[in-house]
Structure formats: C-alpha cells, structure tokens
C-alpha cells in the first residue's frame, strides 16, 4: 500500500479519536447537569405532591395518620425506613408499622424514593408545622338531595361537562351496574370508593387528588365545589346500592368473540359467490 | 376520426406445430424469475381443451372481459362499484392451482451423487415452497391430449355443442385437435386496463402496447380478474402485476418479439395498423352478432387519403403510416378477411388475430371408417371432423358462417395451388371456388406466398419505433438530452 495511503488513514484515525473525545465530554456534561437538578429537593413541594392527600399535619386523621409530631413519637431511623417502603416494614414484622397497617384499614402506603438526607429535610418540614392546609368544609352526603344525585350521575357519565374542563369519570373509572358495558376499565371501579375512603376522604380525593395520573389531569381543571359534592353523592349512592359492575371485562370477551363470528359470517355471506374452488381436474376441480 | 397506431399480429393456426418454442423463448426472456416462475406470457393450447389457467373461457367462473348493458358496456367482474367492495379481497381470482405449481429439477444431484447401484435421478422441486413435490398438473397438461375426460371434454367452448355431437368429437377414430398459441392481444379496449384502481395499466400512444406501470401497481389484482384472456398475472415476488410486453424493446430496435422471432412453423405475422379511437365505445357496445364484422371494421385503410391526413394530423409519422401500408396483418384482417380475433363476445376488441385452421379437413370418416383413398382427398368443409359451431365458439361469437366463408376461401386457395402445382382438378372446378369465395387469382396467389413462402422481413414489417417522437408527448427532448448512454444504476458509493 502506498505511504499517502497510509497517512490518509492515519489521519482519518485521528479524526474518529477527536470526535469520541467530544461525545464523552458532551455526555459527562448532561450526567452531571441532571445529577444537579436532582439534587434540587424541595420538601414542600414534595409534601404537597406526595404526602397531602392522604396525610395532615395537626388536621387529624385521614386516610393516613396526623403527622403532627411524628419525629418526637418515633425514631428518626424508623420514619426514614417507613417513608422509603412501608410494605416491606410491615412484611419484615415491625409491630409498631403493622399496628398501623391494621388501623388504617390496611390502606397501603405507596414507596417513596428518597435518600435518607431527603426523608430528614422532609421531616423538618413536617417538624415546622407542615403545610398551610385549607380546611375543606363540604357537606357530608348523606345531606345530599336526589337532585345532587342525578347532577353527579350526570357528571360522572359526562352528559355534563365539568366546569372547568376536566374529562368526565367514566373516561376511566366504572362505578355500579352503569350502562351497558360500564365504564372504563383503566382504573379502579369506585363502587364502594365511600366506604374506602369515607366521606372526608373522598371529599379530599376529589377537590385534592393524591393520585399521579388524576393530579395531571385535574390540578390545571380542578373541580369546583358543587360538582365535587355531587359527585361525592353520586359515589355515596352507588355505593349505598352496592351492586359491583358485574365482570364487564367478561362481556368485553364475549362481545368480541361474538362479533368476530358475527363479522366472519357476514364476510361469509357477502362474498357467497366467491370462486370457491379450482378449475384444475388433478386439484379437485371442473364438475 | 381519432386516427391512432396499433402494432398487430396475426397467428396462422393452420401452421402451429405445437413446439412451444415460443413459450420457451418467452419464459427465458422475461419470466424466468422470482415470482414469475408459473406465468407463461406465451402459452401454447391444445384444442379442444381447457388451456392455462384451466378453463380460462368459463367467464361464469373467472367473470373476465365486458358485458353489454344497455347501450353501453360495463365490467363483468370488477367494475367501479364492485372493485371498490372487493378492493381487498377480490373473488373471482385464478388460484395458483388454476394456474400450477411451477417447479424444477435438483440437476446437481445427477453430477454430485455418490456411486450406487441405481442411477441417480434429479427430483422436482417445487418453486414456491422449495421442496420436494409431486408433480400433477402443469400449463400445458392436457398438450395433444384430445378426447382426454378431465380436459377435452370440460372444454367450455363445447357449450352449444349437443351432448351426442361432443360424444361423436371423441370417438378414437375421430379424434382432432388443433394449437392454439396465446399471447397478450393489446386489445384496443383492454378490460385490464378499465379494472386498474391504481391507474397502473396504459396502452402506448405510438404503438397500442399496452403495459403495466411496475412502480404505480398496487397489486390489487383487478386486472387479472378482468382480463378475459388471463393474460394478467401477479408475481407474489415483487407484489406486482405483470403481462406480456409485446418485447417492446426489441420492437423499438426493429426485432420481432423473442416469440415471433422464434417460431418454428413461422405462423406469426407482425405489422402496423391504423384505427379509429373515436369509435372504440361504440363498436365495443355493439350487438354480439356485429361483433366480429366491427371489430374489423375499426381497422383503417392506410391507403385511404383522408385516413392518412387524420393521422398526420394526429403526430403519426409518414414511416408509421408507409409501414402500415405494408402490413401483413391488414392483409389478413381486412383485405383477406382471412384472420379472426379470439372471442371477440368479450368485447375488449383484440388485436391479436387466428387463421383457423383448415387442417383436420381431410379424412373423413365414413361409418367410423377412413376414406382415404376417394379421388375427393378433401372433403367437403361442412363435413370437416372439428365441428364449425367450435370454431365458431372461438372466432366468430358463434357465427358459424363466418367460420366458413373463411375457410371456404383457404379451401379455395388450395384447390388453386393444386391446380398450379398437380393440374388435376380442372380450371372450372377451381374458378368456380375462387368465385363462389370472391377470390381474384392473385389474390389466392398472394394468399399463398403470404402463408407460405414469406420470409422474415415479409412476415414482420416493423416500423421505425421512433422513440424521440413518444419522449416529446411526455418531454422536451432537450431534457432528455445526454441522459442515455451506458452508466450506473445506482449512484456509487466512495470515500470513507
């Protein structure tokens, strides 16, 4: 091989070990850029998110327990283990966490991915008197009227829309034995939701959602108060009347196998004049 | 008038020997592919019988070709609104059954075999699947198998034949049978072309060919239905349709096409011809008994000063013309009227054309015994062992006269030979021929040579194709300027 050869080569070498040099420092770059934001933990904001809908602090019991002096009734190595997976506390047999789980109704306590530097400045969030809560005062449902019943019907199928926007609950959710084949079936069927989460609770879930998916789609087009109550009547009914969507999944498979022979028979039929078989004599054709 | 060019070809059936060199030299030229392997854009057909794709005839079954409706015409099996139903799932198609199995033989294992006691044998193995197969059927199955009960009899053309005339057909001592070469008839109103619902399919203004646009194909496959000849055929390579090309790139370099070129007993004739488009949706809509005279009737006389002034004006060239005025193919058709399209009842005006054959005339049979020794070595037509009504079936919409007005004046032409060459009929016996069938003496000579003597140059009058005209229908030439030539298909890569 002749030398220029050679040195085009070589160069071309040298080109490919610059250009991975400028991948690695442009790579390097990004890592630390994001292991920065991360490091960004702003406890409010976190408490907000994760913690408020199912915790007060000095509001009493929720769905979870008041977490007014939490850090002087356990140990801090306790809470930080608590907060990080409590299901696994209570797996490894901790009676204080499993005391708890029974109290609560064994409501689970969703895992938390924080370091323990993180848990501790949320404690001393906590330890400062947490949040600023804004007591939500509705009426309980049980002063619900049939009027406030059917406008939460209404609401709930999405014959009317949400003041502010929101998608209607069916998009996602089933409740009793509404319509034919229920609701949707992406999240949980709230038939007996009243009885989970009882009357505040609910009341919480609905005006202040805890859950990820429900907070994207409800914190910019919150519901107002009056819809959340009629709501919240809607669901108290539906679970007063206690007859679970029954296996509307179930329908969906038979609906579909059904339609399928459906669909299959009607190809049959249309297409009846078809060329059905070979002219070939060796293949079995010409009568 | 819409005066228009269309290169046309005449298949003297009375010479077909049955080689299939043709089919031969098509199948190494153009389908010797993946994917074409079962497609033969030339066949070759004994008959009677039922042909490739089987019983291709029975429209019932394959619902090809036109129907009259009203005073116009329509698709039988794929017009607009059906082909628009059935657009994924068409139902009248040809399986590969109808068609066969293609395959070849593992020829390696005759060289490569180790020693044994027995000789080594090269096994069929199937083109589609890659395996070994049984053969049981394959394009030319039935080939000289007249009288055969799976083929013969199930020929559709016998369905005005009465069930004791079809029995008489086969009885060993009267067995006949006749080739019947097939290719695409570029037909000047293709049922192909209608079905396309990707607008892939076109006839060539300079010529008539008509050609399947690989690249606009959307392999829906509505022209393999409607073509009534199944000369349309679907290659599961490319997913793409594919027929026969007329071998237009020999054409335009002054080539017969490899069939043509090919043939054996020479029963092929090429040449231009002059018709009238403006009359293309009349004619094809017309009665089914003024089929045939019509179909003739569209063809011009490019002697005819107006004819010639409508097509200058229509861009076609003096050589186009002064070469259709040479065709041995008007002869035929139109000054002879010797040539018959193939089942001009589908309407798609064919510009293929069949000189029946005059063959199996001889030998008539009295009481199932040959009469070969009477001084009347021919027999008289109306005896012939192939029934007229078939011919009939095939040529003339079932017109059984015109059948035999045609072979009245081959007949004629005959006895006018004999009469030159052993002398023994007598001049009055063989004018009286010539005048009952309106032949001039030179006319049967001409008739003669034509059939007979004509050399290649005679047999295919090819005009210059003049491609530089068809460019500047689509182009300026000037683009097209310095794009020829020899080059590379796909840009080359290089450097690092």
């Keep these: ?83 990080q997976s409590s299901q696994s506390m209570i797996s490894a047999g901790d009676p204080v966490a499993t005391q708890l789980f029974e109290k609560f109704k064994r409501k689970k306590m969703p895992d938390h991915d924080l370091s323990p530097d993180e848990v501790k400045q949320l404690l001393a969030f906590i330890q400062q008197g947490g949040p600023v809560e804004k007591p939500i005062d509705d009426k309980p449902a049980t002063a619900a009227t049939p009027q406030d019943i059917q406008l939460g019907q209404e609401l709930f199928l999405g014959s009317r829309p949400l003041a502010n926007g929101g998608p209607a609950c069916i998009s996602c959710h089933s409740v009793g034995s509404l319509g034919p084949l229920g609701g949707g079936s992406l999240a949980l069927d709230l038939t007996q939701v009243y009885s989970r989460y009882e009357d505040a609770g609910l009341s919480k879930a609905l005006r202040k959602t805890g859950f990820n998916i429900m907070r994207e789609i409800y914190v910019p087009r919150p519901l107002t108060g009056e819809e959340a109550f009629a709501l919240k009547a809607f669901l108290f009914q539906a679970d007063r009347q ?36 070979t002219a070939k004599p060796s293949h079995g054709g010409l009568s | 008038m819409d005066v228009r060019a269309q290169v046309s070809v005449v298949f003297h059936l009375d010479k077909c020997i049955g080689c299939h060199t043709c089919s031969i030299a098509c199948k190494n030229v153009w389908t010797d592919r993946k994917g074409a392997e079962y497609m033969w854009w030339n066949n070759v057909e004994t008959k009677p019988g039922t042909g490739y794709p089987t019983a291709w005839e029975n429209q019932e079954d394959y619902k090809g070709g036109w129907v009259k409706k009203g005073n116009s015409i329509e698709l039988k099996g794929a017009g607009k609104l059906r ?60 080939d000289d198998l007249s009288g055969s009960p799976d083929y013969a009899r199930k020929d559709p053309n016998f369905k005005n034949l009465s069930q004791a005339e079809q029995e008489a057909l086969f009885q060993v001592e009267k067995l006949v049978m006749f080739y019947l070469p097939r290719i695409c008839n570029h037909c000047l109103n293709p049922a192909c072309l209608a ?87 009349q004619f094809a809509s017309a009665d089914e008994s003024k089929l045939l005279d ?34 041995p193919v008007y002869r035929f058709v139109k000054e002879w009227g010797l040539a018959l399209p193939l089942h001009p009842e589908y309407r798609t005006l064919p510009m293929l054309f069949y000189v029946p054959p005059l063959l199996p005339i001889m030998g008539m049979s009295e009481e199932g015994v040959y009469e070969s020794l009477t001084e009347g070595l021919f027999t008289d037509i109306e005896q012939a062992r192939l029934p007229i009504q078939y011919l009939a079936s095939l040529f003339t919409a079932g017109n059984e006269g015109q059948i035999r007005e045609v072979l009245k004046k081959m007949m004629a032409v005959r006895l006018y030979r004999r009469e030159e060459t052993v002398g023994d009929l007598g001049a009055e016996a063989v004018q009286k021929a010539l005048k009952e069938t309106g032949t001039s003496r030179e006319q049967a000579e001409a008739i003669y040579r034509l059939t007979s003597l004509a050399n290649f140059e005679e047999r295919f009058v090819i005009p210059p194709s003049h491609r530089e005209e068809a460019i500047v229908m689509l182009d300026t030439e000037f683009e097209k300027k310095g794009t020829g030539g020899f080059g590379f298909r796909m840009a080359v890569g290089r450097g690092l």
């Design chain 2, 294 to 327: 019509l179909s003739r009737e569209i063809i011009l006389d490019p002697r005819d000063p107006k004819v010639i002034e409508e097509a200058r004006k229509n861009g076609i060239h003096d050589s186009v013309i002064e070469y259709a005025q040479r065709s």
């Design chain 2, 83 to 142: 082909a628009f139903k059935n657009i994924f799932h068409n139902p009248n198609l040809p399986t590969i059954d109808d068609y066969y199995e293609p395959w070849t033989y593992r020829y390696e294992d005759l060289f490569n075999s180790p020693e044994g006691d027995t000789q080594p044998v090269a096994r069929p193995v199937s083109l589609l699947t890659g395996k070994f197969m049984e053969i049981k059927a394959g394009p030319n199955w039935d």
């Design chain 1, 1 to 83: 091989m002749k030398a220029e050869t050679w040195k085009e080569i070589k160069h071309c070498q040298n080109i490919n070990r610059w250009v991975s040099l400028l991948f690695g420092a442009a790579l390097l770059g990004t890592l630390l850029y994001a292991a920065a934001l991360h490091a960004a933990f702003d406890a409010a904001e976190y408490y907000e998110k994760k913690c408020s809908s199912c915790h007060t602090v000095g509001g009493g019991d929720d769905v979870g327990p008041d977490l007014k002096g939490v850090g002087e009734r356990r140990s801090e190595d306790w809470l930080i283990k608590m907060i």
């Design chain 1, 242 to 277: 206690g007859q679970e969507s029954t296996g509307f999944q179930k329908k969906f498979v038979f609906l579909g196998v059904g339609g399928c022979v459906l669909f299959l028979g009607l190809m049959d039929l249309s297409w009846r004049k078809r060329r059905k078989k």
């Design chain 2, 195 to 281: 079905a396309c619902p990707s607008g892939a399919i076109y006839k060539r203004g300079e010529d008539g060919v008509v050609l399947i646009n690989q690249k606009k194909c959307r392999a829906w496959r509505m022209c393999v239905t409607a073509c009534p000849y199944k000369k349309t055929y679907y290659n599961w390579s490319t997913g793409k349709s594919e027929k026969c090309i007329l071998c237009y790139p020999r054409l335009e370099t002054g080539q017969a096409p490899a069939c043509m070129h090919s043939c054996v007993g020479r029963i092929r004739y090429l040449g231009m011809m002059l018709y009238d488009a403006d009359l293309i949706h």
